[in-house]
Structure formats: structure tokens, C-alpha cells
């Protein structure tokens, strides 16, 4: 066993060094050496640069106050199509007089028969999903029947 265990660490050994010689002989085929006089020559070949200047009158910087930063910061649109909330879904169906029951955000089997309803009424799949499909004929709804404040009326 230990013959097997010596063979194989000198095995690994040759691979090691042959591995790392051949990178280095590779290394220095890439690498040419670069004379003194070379260097120099890079200097004078290249073309003299002349710093840049611009001339602008100071009568056209205007002092400007930095616009007034707000602290609350816009949340970006989703990615990809809306997802409605259950509360939306709601109210959507019942301001179109799909749904009866209590707009209280949970799809219960209330929910759902509104949704189908909606869906077969509308010329859709009857599948009770809201997908962007429904979602874009039910959103219609959504803003339809705005709530009245208490004391006053919506006639003039």
C-alpha cells in the first residue's frame, strides 16, 4: 500500500513541475525584450500635445440654487404586466355590479363567482383568475364609482 501511496505522490510531483515549465517557456515566447534605444524612440515619435484652454467670460456663469430635493423618493413601475391586489379586484367588481359581498381583500368563493360572472359576461375564459386580460376590461371599473363624502352630494 505505501508503494501505491509513494508512486502516486511522484506521479503528481513530474506532473507539477512539467505544468509550471511549460507555462514559463510559454511566458517567454510571448515576452520580447525591449531595448533602451526603443524607449527612446517611443518619446520622439509621438506627436508633441498641446494643453487645452477655453476662454469663457465669467459673466456667463450664472449662480443657479440646486433644485429642491425630495425626501420621498418614487417607486419605480413592476416590471413586467400589473398584478391587480384582492382589495382592487373588489372594488373593480362591485363598482360594476359583479359583486355584493364585503371589499375586504380576501378571494373567498364570493370572489371568485363575481370574477367568472365578469368573465363570461365580457366574452372571456370563465376560469376565475385575473389575468391581464380580465384585469384590463376590469380596471375600467376600478375609478367608476368614486365614493361620496358624508354631508354632501355629488349633484349640483
Do not use: H
Amino acid at each position: 500500500m505505501k508503494k501505491y501511496l509513494l508512486l502516486g505522490t511522484a506521479v503528481l510531483f513530474a506532473f507539477s513541475c512539467f505544468g509550471c515549465a511549460k507555462k514559463e517557456a510559454s511566458l517567454e515566447q510571448m515576452q520580447e525584450p525591449v531595448s533602451m534605444d526603443a524607449l527612446s524612440n517611443i518619446n520622439a515619435t509621438a506627436p508633441e500635445v498641446k494643453p487645452m484652454t477655453s476662454e469663457i467670460p465669467a459673466a456667463s456663469f450664472q449662480e443657479t440654487t440646486p433644485a429642491p430635493v425630495s425626501s420621498k423618493l418614487e417607486s419605480l413601475p413592476p416590471s413586467g404586466p400589473y398584478k391587480p391586489t384582492s382589495r382592487e379586484i373588489q372594488e373593480a367588481l362591485k363598482n360594476a355590479g359583479y359583486y355584493t359581498g364585503i371589499v375586504d381583500g380576501k378571494v373567498g368563493p364570493k370572489t371568485k363567482k363575481a370574477i367568472e360572472e365578469f368573465q363570461k359576461a365580457n366574452g372571456l375564459k370563465a376560469d376565475g383568475k385575473v389575468g391581464p386580460k380580465t384585469w384590463a376590461l376590469l380596471s375600467k371599473n376600478l375609478a367608476a364609482a368614486e365614493p361620496v363624502s358624508k354631508g354632501k352630494s355629488k349633484t349640483r
